[in-house]
């Protein structure tokens, strides 16, 4: 093999390992910011040139997407969640931005929004089945205002250790006993839903 293929090779070999280090090194920059609510910090990491060099387009806004979303910024929240949506993506990784981003116009009430969402969830090819018939369970409790599935929920709960999970159950819950009329219940579990999902760690999606 000629010298100069040789020190090509090394050379692209050198890139591909200085960039892996360089992406660990600010995801984890990043996650110690974000779990410890230093969300200003977070985002300056994001924004730094090895940081948007070495990490995927999807993988910033993503992450930019939880920050803002914590910092309740819902305008910067909703333009990065849009903008997830929109990218051109694998059938699972679309399914699965279309249920984060469906939980979140769920979880700041924008009803036409989530419909929009949840259809085209659906018509995503060799989407998880499961995973429709729970967004379609959430648009009903939160939007058809049902409230049939609370003693289910709260036998979940009690055995629940995934602290995202409990939140979200926790948010069921509130939502069905708010309409059921029962303010005390629906307060009670909205602050747990709020105390579970105040630090949400960034999900390895990209």
């Not at 333009?79 to 997830?84: T, V």
């Not at 055995?159 to 409990?166: C, F, G, M, T, V």
Request: aromatic share 12%; hydrophobic share 40%; glycine share 4%.
């Amino acid at each position: 093999m000629e010298p100069g293929v040789i020190a090509f090779l090394v050379l692209i070999v050198a890139y591909f390992i200085a960039s892996e280090g360089f992406r660990r090194y600010y995801e984890a920059k990043f996650e110690g910011f974000f779990n410890t609510a230093h969300y200003e910090q977070a985002l300056e990491a994001l924004g730094a040139i090895p940081a948007r060099v070495t990490m995927t387009t999807y993988r910033q806004y993503y992450l930019r997407f939880l920050c803002y979303q914590a910092m309740d910024n819902e305008e910067m929240a909703t333009r990065m969640i849009e903008l997830l949506v929109r990218m051109r993506n694998s059938p699972r990784r679309q399914a699965q931005t279309l249920t984060v981003a469906f939980n979140y116009f769920t979880q700041i009430g924008e009803k036409t929004r989530a419909k929009e969402l949840l259809a085209q969830l659906k018509a995503v090819k060799g989407v998880d089945q499961a995973v429709v018939a729970d967004c379609q369970l959430t648009y009903d409790i939160v939007f058809s205002k049902k409230s049939a599935y609370i003693d289910q929920m709260e036998q979940m709960l009690a055995k629940e250790k995934n602290p995202a999970l409990q939140g979200k159950l926790c948010f069921l819950l509130w939502k069905q006993y708010a309409n059921k009329g029962d303010k005390t219940h629906a307060k009670q579990y909205k602050r747990r839903f709020e105390e579970l999902t105040k630090i949400e760690k960034p999900q390895h999606t990209a």
